[in-house]
Nanobody
């Protein structure tokens, strides 16, 4: 599975962005897909994940009620809708695919390139 993240950019605090993670390959629906983020000097942080069929989602406490993850298996794409963005959401965001649903980055076998999200305060 090859993944490509897009949709990052510069936004003011309180604004919104939608990230997309497009996947190649016919086995996309076999994988849970998660979003992670990283800022300089910090470890990779789990953001959200969605199960293979889209019926289950899980969020980090820091983004719950602000971010929404969803997927469209017909389009081989996972989305991360980010509302009420805060300066501390500034990071490079990565999507990744795993056979297991969960928040542990070690379970994710396939990673896309990152997309930069910058939130100005």
């Amino acid at each position: 599975v090859q993944l490509q993240a897009s949709g990052g950019g510069l936004v003011q605090a309180g604004g919104s962005l939608r990230l997309s993670c497009a996947a190649s390959g016919s086995t996309f629906s076999m994988y849970a897909v998660g979003w992670f983020r990283r800022t300089p000097g910090k470890e990779r942080e789990f953001v959200a994940t969605v199960s293979r069929g889209g019926g289950s989602t899980y969020y980090a406490d820091s983004v719950r009620d602000r971010f929404t993850i969803s997927r469209d298996n017909a389009k081989n794409t996972v989305y991360l809708r980010m509302n009420s963005l805060k300066h501390e959401d500034t990071a490079v965001y990565y999507c990744a695919a795993a056979l297991r649903f969960g928040s542990d980055f070690r379970a994710y076998d396939y990673w896309g390139q990152g997309t930069q999200v910058t939130v100005s305060s």
